[in-house]
């Protein structure tokens, strides 16, 4: 068979970050509380109750449209979708049909043979959040499942692009991408349980498409991509074919499955939402500044800091990522900033990552002390990674947290000899480290040298002593004897 090309096209819901919701003025702060605590007549969908639009969230969605290049259309509109759910009363939900809010846009996404690519958005609509089931026991085979309306009516946009990806490594970076757009615009914050969500479009070119649902979790995409694409593989190397269907994604199994359901368009009876005017935003559209966004930032990281394209990609693919190498490299930006950008995209995402760990965690200053330290040779590169563990370690148990020069003295990791920044980064060229501590003791002790030339044995013993607390205890002790004694004899001594 030939070359297999896969075609993927994503569908994005965001929570857009307001401070209330769509319709109403219920908070959107409701996770650290007790299910059906933040809701309202509106959002409950009981009867009489009217929505009232919320100017923040359309806002925000704007400035997403204006971000992704996207026209705002001069009039869009709500539209109900009905259709029955537990997780929405109402039985319909207030979304944007045949008038989005904005259309044609794009997102540059690094390709896979590493140029820029970019990605078209078909369409950005605005729309409320349904509530939240939560399964007693598995999806399958639960007892019962309970409803929590604190999400019904959270303002999402949905952003719907292109079959323009053609691997699951595409998708992940169009999601990273536009994630971190998202988060430089100020609208949507993706620490936040069940921010995004996606459903997915996937075909082998020639075959029917399949749709991949209710991928909850951003780490879940490219998984349940390379799921479907096999399934699909498979089904066409054995000579059979892709059936046009609607699969969910199981996220604990990794595997997506046929859904029972299979709803068409027709089915939800779309309309015009009664209660709601359409809107004509573009002259507000037209207002609204844009701030500095992820392209413009790496340009600007490898013209201001001098770096590399994949360390200022790395670090400006996250807004806290990019903030946080602002702040370290903030006293001493020509210094600071090439052992911070190596340090921070080549060593700390990844000890973050093991820890499932926020860079919000990480002391700014306390990075800054390591990276001192390590520029002016006082510890190893070896030992800054064990000093990094504590540090990261203290915060994430909560101790009381030290400092890196602190940390460095309880794990005696002081190196022996200060070396200047050059050497400290090619340990090789450091001159042998005991030869330099004999010369000091030396230097130091002339009166034990002047006892061990008189025939003192007490005095050799002494140097070695010397040596031993010069080094750490770092050097073998039989070397030390050898080089020692090596030394004496040239001096004659
Ligand atoms: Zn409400």
Same mark, same amino acid.
């Given at each position: 068979?030939?070359?297999?090309?896969?075609?993927?096209?994503?569908?994005?819901?965001?929570?857009?970050?307001?401070?209330?919701?769509?319709?109403?003025?219920?908070?959107?702060?409701?996770?650290?509380?007790?299910?059906?605590?933040?809701?309202?007549?509106?959002?409950?969908?009981?009867?009489?109750?009217?929505?009232?639009?919320? %100017?923040?969230?359309?806002?925000?969605?704007?400035?997403?449209?204006?971000?992704?290049?996207?026209?705002?259309?001069?009039?869009? *509109?709500?539209?109900?979708?009905?259709?029955?759910?537990?997780?929405?009363?109402?039985?319909? #939900? !207030?979304?944007?049909?045949?008038?989005?809010?904005?259309?044609?846009?794009?997102?540059?996404?690094?390709?896979?043979?590493?140029? /820029?690519?970019?990605?078209?958005?078909?369409?950005?609509?605005?729309? /409320?959040?349904?509530?939240?089931?939560?399964?007693?026991?598995?999806?399958?085979?639960?007892?019962?499942?309970?409803?929590?309306?604190?999400?019904?009516?959270?303002?999402?946009?949905? !952003?719907?692009?292109?079959?323009?990806?053609?691997?699951?490594?595409?998708?992940?970076?169009?999601?990273?991408?536009?994630?971190?757009?998202? *988060?430089?615009?100020?609208?949507?914050?993706?620490?936040?349980?069940?921010?995004?969500?996606?459903?997915?479009?996937?075909?082998?070119?020639?075959? *029917?498409?399949?749709?991949?649902?209710?991928?909850?979790?951003?780490?879940?995409?490219?998984?349940?991509?390379?799921?479907?694409?096999?399934?699909?593989?498979?089904?066409?190397?054995?000579?059979?074919?892709?059936?046009?269907?609607?699969?969910?994604?199981?996220?604990?199994?990794?595997?997506? #499955?046929?859904?029972?359901?299979?709803?068409?368009?027709?089915?939800?009876?779309?309309?015009?939402?009664?209660?709601?005017?359409?809107?004509?935003?573009?002259?507000?559209?037209?207002?609204?500044?844009?701030?500095?966004?992820?392209?413009?930032?790496?340009?600007?990281?490898?013209?201001?800091?001098?770096?590399?394209?994949?360390?200022?990609?790395?670090?400006?693919?996250?807004?806290?990522?990019?903030?946080?190498?602002?702040?370290?490299?903030?006293?001493?930006? %020509?210094?600071?900033?090439?052992?911070?950008?190596?340090?921070?995209?080549?060593?700390? !995402?990844?000890?973050?990552?093991?820890?499932?760990?926020?860079?919000?965690?990480?002391?700014?200053?306390?990075?800054?002390?390591?990276?001192?330290?390590?520029?002016?040779?006082? !510890?190893?590169?070896?030992?800054?990674?064990?000093?990094?563990?504590?540090?990261?370690?203290?915060?994430?148990?909560?101790?009381?947290?030290?400092?890196?020069?602190?940390?460095?003295?309880?794990?005696?990791?002081?190196?022996?000899?200060?070396?200047?920044?050059?050497?400290?980064?090619?340990?090789?060229?450091?001159?042998?480290?005991?030869?330099?501590?004999?010369?000091?003791?030396?230097?130091?002790?002339?009166?034990?040298?002047?006892?061990?030339?008189?025939?003192?044995?007490?005095?050799?013993?002494?140097?070695?002593?010397?040596?031993?607390?010069?080094?750490?205890?770092?050097?073998?002790?039989?070397?030390?004897?050898?080089?020692?004694?090596?030394?004496?004899?040239?001096?004659?001594?």
């Amino acid at each position: 068979m030939a070359e297999e090309q896969v075609i993927v096209g994503l569908e994005v819901h965001c929570q857009l970050d307001t401070k209330s919701k769509l319709f109403c003025g219920c908070s959107t702060d409701y996770r650290s509380d007790g299910p059906n605590t933040h809701v309202c007549p509106v959002c409950l969908g009981l009867p009489g109750a009217m929505p009232v639009l919320n %100017k923040r969230s359309i806002e925000y969605a704007m400035r997403v449209a204006k971000a992704l290049n996207c026209s705002v259309l001069t009039e869009s *509109e709500f539209s109900r979708k009905n259709y029955f759910y537990p997780d929405l009363d109402k039985a319909y #939900q !207030i979304t944007q049909y045949d008038k989005p809010l904005a259309e044609g846009g794009y997102l540059e996404i690094e390709s896979d043979e590493g140029g /820029e690519k970019r990605i078209r958005i078909t369409r950005i609509h605005v729309e /409320e959040d349904p509530g939240r089931l939560v399964h007693m026991g598995t999806t399958e085979r639960g007892k019962y499942s309970l409803v929590d309306y604190n999400r019904a009516g959270i303002p999402l946009i949905e !952003i719907v692009s292109e079959p323009d990806m053609r691997s699951p490594k595409e998708a992940r970076k169009f999601l990273n991408k536009l994630r971190a757009t998202l *988060e430089y615009l100020s609208v949507f914050d993706s620490e936040k349980e069940g921010s995004l969500r996606v459903d997915a479009n996937i075909s082998i070119k020639g075959s *029917e498409r399949v749709e991949v649902k209710n991928i909850s979790s951003y780490k879940g995409v490219e998984k349940a991509l390379l799921f479907e694409i096999t399934r699909q593989k498979s089904l066409l190397r054995r000579g059979q074919k892709v059936d046009r269907e609607t699969r969910h994604y199981l996220e604990a199994r990794g595997v997506t #499955q046929s859904s029972r359901s299979k709803e068409q368009e027709h089915d939800y009876r779309y309309f015009p939402e009664p209660d709601l005017r359409p809107l004509h935003v573009q002259a507000w559209v037209d207002g609204i500044v844009l701030p500095e966004l992820p392209d413009a930032r790496r340009e600007r990281f490898i013209a201001q800091y001098g770096c590399s394209l994949n360390h200022a990609r790395t670090l400006t693919g996250e807004l806290r990522l990019a903030n946080f190498f602002e702040k370290v490299v903030a006293a001493d930006p %020509k210094g600071l900033a090439p052992p911070a950008a190596t340090w921070i995209a080549d060593t700390l !995402i990844g000890e973050l990552n093991y820890r499932n760990m926020s860079i919000d965690a990480v002391d700014a200053d306390g990075f800054t002390e390591l990276l001192t330290l390590l520029r002016q040779g006082t !510890i190893t590169d070896k030992s800054g990674i064990e000093v990094l563990r504590v540090m990261l370690d203290q915060r994430l148990n909560k101790q009381s947290c030290e400092t890196p020069a602190v940390i460095v003295e309880r794990l005696n990791v002081r190196k022996v000899i200060s070396v200047s920044l050059e050497q400290s980064l090619s340990a090789s060229i450091v001159p042998n480290p005991i030869l330099t501590a004999i010369t000091e003791v030396l230097t130091e002790q002339p009166g034990a040298t002047e006892d061990f030339r008189k025939g003192k044995k007490g005095a050799f013993n002494f140097l070695i002593g010397q040596l031993m607390k010069k080094t750490r205890g770092c050097a073998d002790p039989a070397e030390l004897n050898r080089l020692l004694k090596e030394e004496l004899t040239k001096k004659g001594v």
